[in-house]
């Protein structure tokens, strides 16, 4: 497409301008006589194998989404935003799995408080229990 130039997403990866495919086709459901005569749908393709940027994120977004992405938009009725929606998809995509996994959590044991807290409910179920039955 003329003009188009390189994205980068807002954790600092570079999608190339040669990554990018895009087609357009015509969008499903309300939007009247303009949905059967306008191609607003638009279709982004990206390459993922040809991104640019810290090597562990481009391996990690690699591993998590394949070697290609692809994001379909039609809210709207606009062809240009939805592009833009496509956009902006495939850059929070990109960088949602470019970020490393979160630490594992740790195991802790639960506060004395916790702990009193919960054998005094249960006295109190019990007591309540017990008093409910009848005397022999």
Do not use: Y
Not at 53 to 72: D, F, K, S, Y
Not at 91 to 118: L, N, Y
Request: proline share 7%; hydrophobic share 35%.
């Amino acid at each position: 497409m003329p003009g188009q130039e390189d994205v980068t997403t807002p954790g600092g990866i570079v999608i190339p301008a040669h990554a990018i495919t895009w087609s357009f086709a015509r969008a499903a459901g309300a939007g009247g006589q303009n949905v059967n005569k306008t191609s607003t749908k638009a279709v982004l393709t990206v390459d993922l194998t040809a991104l640019e940027g810290p090597r562990a994120a481009v391996t990690r977004v690699t591993a998590r989404l394949g070697a290609q992405l692809r994001v379909t938009r039609q809210s709207s009725r606009s062809q240009w935003a939805n592009r833009q929606a496509c956009l902006e998809a495939a850059t929070a995509g990109i960088d949602g799995a470019s970020r490393p996994a979160p630490p594992p959590r740790r195991a802790t044991k639960p506060g004395r408080g916790a702990v009193e807290r919960r054998l005094e409910l249960k006295r109190r179920q019990s007591a309540k229990k017990r008093d409910r039955r009848a005397e022999d």
